[in-house]
């Protein structure tokens, strides 16, 4: 029986590989001698090759943003908002959704095998940075024959890469979607990933990181980390309405099992985590999200950074998401008009905290397709 | 060399110790068979043994509220509230301080032996509530040959003890200062403890909680339980001020040692912690927590729970204080309104977030002064 998707679905998807070998510098001062990139496309490059938007994956995302595989039931991270009429329509763009090295999801990274050793990377995976992948999604672009993406999307991190790519390429991108994120973390930030940093290096079977070798993987640890994670995702409100106080069995048992509704769902969160995701890897991502702080190249004055930029931008951010609140979009905001440069800014009411990026709420997908309706007005899509 | 102390302390202090021999049934349905108490007392109890009022201690906290001990350089935990001329003035009240069964800090708990085995509690201490703690206060109270507390006061998990002496004791409890605390736990609250207990509970030095007779303590997960609970006892805008983005080397290394600032407060935090507190101490603190919900024995109507009072209470919060937000005072507020009880409300402009109850800020030493002001008029003290 073939199978049947939804007529606003991308449909049925296979992601590509592209290999490069020139060597590249990252920004640890490090070299990785040559990297392969996963990557899905939807909807038709035009023969102007002016309708490309690149969309950037978030901490524990991957390129398949959109559509379905196979036997498989969930469609991509992103499916709410990419396919035919959807915000990012399909019918009007070229869609490219890349997998950012270091990840576990197929491009390069601790999880692959590392050519000069033959054996896994591991934890001798170079840090990389926001910077080191809109580098290599910059080489991706020119190997696919895009010369300047209509628009680079993200939420989160994937945020972060949208403001880097207008920083570092300002030619190449005519708009900048900058969805829930923040210019650099906040210390509570920082102190919420050591946290989850701590709990996988400090697992015993971590091995250093050499767990591959050792045929186990640190269970304990990325479930701390993702249950963790989860909670920072999810605004108190939200945790409220979907849990409450509700008991799992109905009554305390008075001791350490599964006794509230939150304790079971975050447990199997964290325990479903651990079987799809690789403990190098999450290191990795945090890392890069520490390190984000594109001020820091221009002496420490984001104004000056931004005036790199000649890219127009959106600034969505979402009432309840405390762990990049709305007041970390506005910093944006206002660095951008301090730095003359031309934006949007949408704060969307919405009870899911930072997750609500990746939801269909009505306001927002009124706010994407009308941005971008205009953005495939200007490129003629 | 005699110490010298600042005029407005205590001065130095000694803990006291009673043994209650008959057996107590605890709210889980187990049964201790006698415990002992340590406590402290500052300034003395008047002729009419009018001028008592009882402290109650928070999660980490223990008896030794206020003063010095011999050699010792800090003194108790809230010093900044307790001494001559303090608003819980030694001059006037005779106030008395009490180790909580459960804890680790000398009265029964984990870390002491069970007469019946000869060997530690351990993780066959009972889970202990709130109710079960005031029960146990209130024993000794009688062995103290106090009739009635002229105030009952605690912030956070101590405030929650002051509420269930006014709900459970009503005749005994003159006022009950309620501060930084709520009237039961958030979904998200009781998610960062289970993130916290598992991290006990998952770390193999546990050993099923019989780690004393391994020679070891779970440390890494006591420390990530710790690192945890400070991040939410800080505000951002704290963290923000005490921590930015500094980086202790003044530079990146791209690895996983210490870089921001605010990474080696945690793990200096979250090792000091360990050193001189009890796993499974932490977990039953965590629980009872958890399992805080006055409104249950009532029909889950807190209105009809408090309405059994017969206190005059104050409640207290704090602008930053995001664990316990001025939002869930404010519910307790306008349930004692709702009780026709009487009520007096300050919401203190802090940055310290939850930790900020611990800290002399100008404007809750005056409400704390006022008030104890007008109950030390009220009791001849």
Redesign the interface.
Known sequence: MPMQFPTDSVGLVQPQKKSFHEPISL????TLPGYELVYETYGELNQARSNAILVCHALSGDHHAAGFYANDKKPGWWDACIGPGKPFDTNRFHVVSVNNIGSCKGSTGPNTINPETGNYYGPDF??VTVKDWVHTQHTLMQSLGIEKWAAVIGGSLGGMQAMQWSIDYPDKVGHALVIAAAS?????N???N??A???I????EFHGGHFYSHNTIPR?GL??AR??G??TY?S?DA??A????ELREGH?N???SV?????SY??YQ?SAFVEHFDANTY?LMT?AL??F?PASEYENDLVTALKQATAKFLVVSFTSD?RFAPERSKEIVKTLIEARRQVSYAEVEASGGHDAFLMPITYYMQVLNSYMDKVAEEVGA
């Open positions: 920004i640890s001062g490090r170079p840090i650099r973390l906040s210390a509570q920082i102190g919420f050591e946290v940093r701590q709990a290096l400090s697992d015993p304990r479930m701390l249950m963790l989860h909670i999810l108190d945790m409220r979907k849990f409450g106080r305390l008075y001791d350490f006794e509230f509704q939150v304790e975050l447990r964290g290191l890392k520490d390190y702080d405390w």
